[in-house]
T-cell receptor, first 116, second 111 residues
């Protein structure tokens, strides 16, 4: 059973450094989502792709954040010039998307980012 | 603007009893609702969902009820088991693809 995988699982970085996270979705899923979760809150939407097209970005996503899904398979999320407020769990999810499909999104284990 | 709210941060239930987790939403355009379960250091796991055209969906020990007029949904777990102890999130599907999550309710099932 190959679910959604994320790498790395943990990342500690110093303020001002750049970090990049990778997500590998379930292979037949054409939609891929990024969420961020902080302590005591539910996951918060960041952006999503259908195949390689980025369809929506949250207004909360600053210009320091960029995401790509170049071949419609894996995706990367990069944070430039990290700030302490970026410390959070970054979650990736995927879903199949066609007419009549269900709306369930399947999540990976997350990447926990700590900015010191 | 919190469009999906779970007003109880925690709930404690005795094993074998019913657990009822509640969720309220404000956006009448939401047309699909989901419940996720999350253990520490893991991603959320999909549990059960309901379309807005239904008022009930059942899967084993889990039942979700939807009251559209009250903009309220609830998750019932019967009977509750210690392994059900986790954080439960309700989420609403927003037309366009993203899920809007509540803050979560931490369920503790005591033996």
């Amino acid at each position: 059973d190959t679910g959604v995988s994320q790498d790395p699982r943990h990342k500690i970085t110093k303020r001002g450094q750049n970090v990049t996270f990778r997500c590998d979705p379930i292979s037949e899923h054409n939609r891929l989502y990024w969420y961020r979760q902080t302590l005591g809150q539910g996951p918060e939407f960041l952006t999503y792709f259908q195949n390689e097209a980025q369809l929506e970005k949250s207004r909360l996503l600053s210009d320091r954040f960029s995401a790509e899904r170049p071949k419609g398979s894996f995706s990367t999320l990069e944070i430039q010039r990290t700030e302490q407020g970026d410390s959070a769990m970054y979650l990736c999810a995927s879903s199949p998307w066609d007419r009549g499909s269900s709306y369930e999104q399947y999540f990976g284990p997350g990447t926990r980012l700590t900015v010191t | 603007d919190q469009q999906v709210k779970q007003n109880s941060p925690s709930l404690s239930v005795q094993e074998g009893r019913i657990s009822i987790l509640n969720c309220d939403y404000t956006n009448s355009m939401f047309d699909y609702f989901l419940w996720y379960k999350k253990y520490p250091a893991e991603g959320p796991t999909f549990l059960i969902s309901i379309s807005s055209i239904k008022d009930k969906n059942e899967d084993g020990r889990f039942t979700v009820f939807l009251n559209k007029s009250a903009k309220h949904l609830s998750l019932h777990i019967v009977p509750s088991q210690p392994g059900d102890s986790a954080v439960y999130f309700c989420a609403a599907y927003n037309q366009g693809g993203k899920l809007i999550f509540g803050q979560g309710t931490e369920l503790s099932v005591k033996p």
